[in-house]
């Protein structure tokens, strides 16, 4: 069953070669990743185009690792990939697939080609073949070595294959025009001499398939129908048509979408290699990364992922899209589901004079206005209390209305206080706060119709837990890293994570699980932190409260 509200040109696309017939009405598609690096939000968004589209269809979706590359791939990452592929919430049942799988059926088809006289083996060196390529305006020129006999290639691409060369001695290449337009048809490299060792096929081959040649055959083996790859690769387009014309194999229909770009950040596996590398972020699952690992420690959840890349939809035209709106689809689910706490990030302490020393009363407190199933806990107030530093000032501004001397605020859930005196240290540093309460303003209850303007979160001392909560900002100043000059590293933002250490919480955080989500009042979403620990929990801030889409959106 399709759902209306995602349709998309790629959807209409297939309307069309169902109802015509196409692959006998069949729907298979699949994720192909490199296995050089951890996935991004944007691998997300095909890998949920992808399985959305064979769950829509009720068709098939697979994953399959294209690690045709021996040098750059490693174990680390195929798992990591499968992880994160299983939290989004996608099956590939048992299709759990490896381009490596198909070498030896790659090297049938190559031959096969050779035998057709539609490859040749290349013995230039590769300056002369760089040479000979042409460029954009000028046409390439044919290699000497084009017009071998087939019993001569044949020869040669069976001792490439047993390892009777050295790396760089030859090539395979398809014998198709160097005087194409296109340059990606300009004789284009099958087949590459490598004596390394593939973290899966071993020391076995000699030869590596390049990504043209393989990738193709990749999605023909496995009978992939449609096969949705970015745009990058409407130019190859062409060239996998070839390949496949040729052997008369299978033939899925490739279609092409824009990839995404998200404002303040990198999604190159490239870059996002050197920032783990520099040691700019500490680690590829870092918060502030936009890997799906970062991502998932930050606090976002596979549902709020899915809703954005729902929302972002699909294009053929590139465009940047604001990470505001990725904030927002997490910003928009935690709103409902997350429980509100208590917690005072930058505290500062506060005596309650009046307020009788031993004393401690159980406030009542709604765990999520939004939601009237989540219900109430109880809150200890004592005598001395936290509250935010920055809810304090002892010369305010005319519109300032928290907490100030003379004035009176109310404490969420408790009381009235009024600040009486303003204690400091002899560098003149303000250390407590001396305030009186009012008995009758229990439960935060305006006892004779007085207003006060400003309501404060507040945590009882002797009840608090010492917490850590770590704050992220973009990782990088500037929105558009496609367009920066020079070295994007120097536009890092050296402000993006900012340690809380001494943050005093509400005693029902005590013993939190790891990812799990609230809300602290008027500060915003956090996640518990992996490195979070039972003596001191760690907290991440997802997002903050303020809904800066909203904002983007009216201005526009
Ligand atoms: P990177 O540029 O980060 O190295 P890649 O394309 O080389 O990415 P692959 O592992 O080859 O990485 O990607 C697997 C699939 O993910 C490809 O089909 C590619 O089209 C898709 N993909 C990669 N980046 C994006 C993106 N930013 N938006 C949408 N799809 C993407
Ligand atoms: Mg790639």
């Known amino acids: 069953m399709k759902n209306e509200e995602t349709t998309n040109f790629i959807r209409n696309i297939i309307d069309e070669d169902i109802k015509a017939g196409k692959h006998g009405g069949r729907v298979h598609t699949r994720f192909p990743p490199e296995p050089n690096g951890h996935l991004h939000i944007g691998h997300a968004k095909a890998i949920l185009l992808n399985y959305g589209i064979a769950e829509d269809y009720n068709g098939k979706f697979n994953l399959r690792f294209d690690d045709t590359n021996p040098e750059k791939e490693e174990e680390e990452y195929v798992n990591a990939i499968i992880n994160d592929i299983k939290w989004l919430g996608c099956d590939w049942e048992d299709r759990l697939l490896h381009a490596s799988d198909y070498f030896e059926q790659m090297y049938k088809y190559a031959v096969q080609l050779v035998k057709a006289g539609k490859a040749y083996v290349d013995s230039q060196n590769s300056e002369d073949m760089r040479k000979n390529r042409g460029t954009v305006t000028k046409m390439g020129k044919d290699s000497p070595f084009k017009n071998r006999s087939i019993e001569e290639n044949l020869n040669l691409l069976e001792k490439m294959k047993n390892g009777e060369f050295e790396e760089g001695a030859h090539v395979l290449r398809a014998k198709i025009d160097m005087a194409s337009a296109n340059m990606l048809m300009r004789d284009p490299l099958m087949y590459r001499i490598r004596h390394a060792e593939h973290y899966r096929t071993g020391k076995k081959w000699h030869i590596y398939p390049m990504y043209d040649f393989a990738h193709c055959l990749e999605d023909s083996i496995e009978g992939i129908t449609h096969s949705l790859c970015s745009i990058e690769f409407e130019n190859n387009r062409p060239l996998y048509d070839w390949f496949l014309d040729q052997l008369n194999v299978h033939h899925p229909q490739q279609i092409e979408f824009a990839r995404l770009y998200l404002s303040h950040t990198v999604l190159s596996k490239r870059k996002l290699i050197e920032l783990v590398e520099g040691e700019h972020v500490r680690g590829w699952d870092d918060p502030r990364m936009p890997t799906i690992s970062g991502l998932r420690r930050r606090g976002y959840t596979p ?11 699909l294009a053929k035209r590139q465009s940047i899209v604001d990470t505001a709106l990725l904030e927002f689809s997490i910003r928009e689910e935690l709103n409902k589901t997350a429980l509100r706490r208590m917690a005072v990030l930058d505290p500062i302490k506060v005596i309650i004079e009046n307020y009788p020393d031993d004393l401690a009363e159980e406030m ?51 009381y009235f206080i009024k600040c009486e005196e303003v204690v400091k240290d002899e560098k003149g540093n303000i250390t407590e706060l001396r305030c009186s309460y009012d008995p009758q303003s229990r439960g935060g209850k305006s006892p004779d119709g007085r207003k006060v303007k400003a309501t404060l979160h507040w945590v009882s001392a002797k009840h608090a837990i010492d917490a850590e909560v770590r704050l992220y900002e973009h990782l990088f100043t500037v929105a558009d890293l496609s367009a920066v000059e020079g070295d994007f590293k120097e536009y890092i933002n ?40 039972k003596e001191k929990p760690v907290f991440n801030r997802t997002v903050t409260l303020r809904d800066e889409w909203a904002r983007l959106q009216k201005r526009k």
Do not use: H, W
């Not at 549902?303 to 954005?308: A, T």
């Not at 001395?384 to 404490?411: N, T, W």
């Not at 402000?495 to 500060?523: A, H, M, W, Y």
């Open 303 to 313: 549902d709020s992922i899915r809703n954005f890349c729902d929302r972002i939809g």
């Open 494 to 533: 050296p402000d993006s994570l900012q340690i809380l250490t001494e943050c005093k919480l509400e005693p029902s955080l005590l013993n939190v699980e790891k990812g799990s989500r609230f809300q602290f009042e008027r500060k915003g979403y956090f996640c518990v932190d992996t490195d979070s620990a």
């Open 364 to 414: 009542d407190a709604v765990n999520n206005p939004e939601d009237p199933d989540a219900g109430s806990r109880k809150v200890p107030f004592s005598k001395i209390i936290y509250i935010e530093r920055e809810d304090f000032m002892e010369d305010p501004p005319k519109k300032f209305f928290r907490l100030a001397p003379g004035s009176e605020v109310r404490l969420r859930y408790a």
